[in-house]
C-alpha cells in the first residue's frame, strides 16, 4: 500500500535545470532517510544523493555542487533540484525511502518507478 511516484522528468539542453519530485503515500508512521539513485543505459544504478529525517543531506561526486537534495516533512516529499545539467546525467532518476509503515511498525526500503531525464542538445 506504500508507494512512491517521481515526476518531473524530461528533455532539457545541456546547462540548463530540471527539478525532480517525489511523492510518497499510505500507511505511514514515519519516514527515516529519502534518497536519489539514477541509472543510465546499459550501467549500474548509481547512488544521486540522500537526506536523513533531520534534513542532513549527502552527495555523490557526480552531483556536488549542482545538485540539491531537500524533503518536506509534512507533505512526505522528498526533491532534487539538478543544475547545469550534461549529458552525463541522463538516465532514469529513483527515489528511495526508508519508510515505517503505521500497519505493523515495520521498516523498510521502498522504491519509486522512476521518471526519465534526457540532457541533449
Do not use: H
Request: with cysteine.
Amino acid at each position: 500500500q506504500v508507494q512512491l511516484v517521481e515526476s518531473g522528468g524530461g528533455l532539457v539542453q545541456p546547462g540548463g535545470s530540471l527539478r525532480l519530485s517525489c511523492a510518497a503515500s499510505g500507511s505511514i508512521s514515519n519516514i527515516n532517510d529519502m534518497g536519489w539513485y539514477r541509472q543510465a543505459p546499459g550501467k549500474q544504478r548509481e547512488w544521486v544523493a540522500s537526506i536523513s529525517s533531520s534534513g542532513s543531506t549527502n552527495y555523490a561526486d557526480s552531483g556536488k555542487g549542482r545538485f540539491t537534495i531537500s524533503r518536506d516533512n509534512a507533505k512526505n516529499t522528498v526533491d532534487l533540484q539538478m543544475n547545469s545539467l550534461k549529458p552525463e546525467d541522463t538516465a532514469v532518476y529513483y527515489c528511495t525511502a526508508n519508510i515505517v509503515r503505521r500497519q505493523d511498525f515495520v521498516a523498510m526500503y521502498y522504491w519509486g518507478k522512476g521518471t526519465l531525464v534526457t540532457v541533449s542538445s
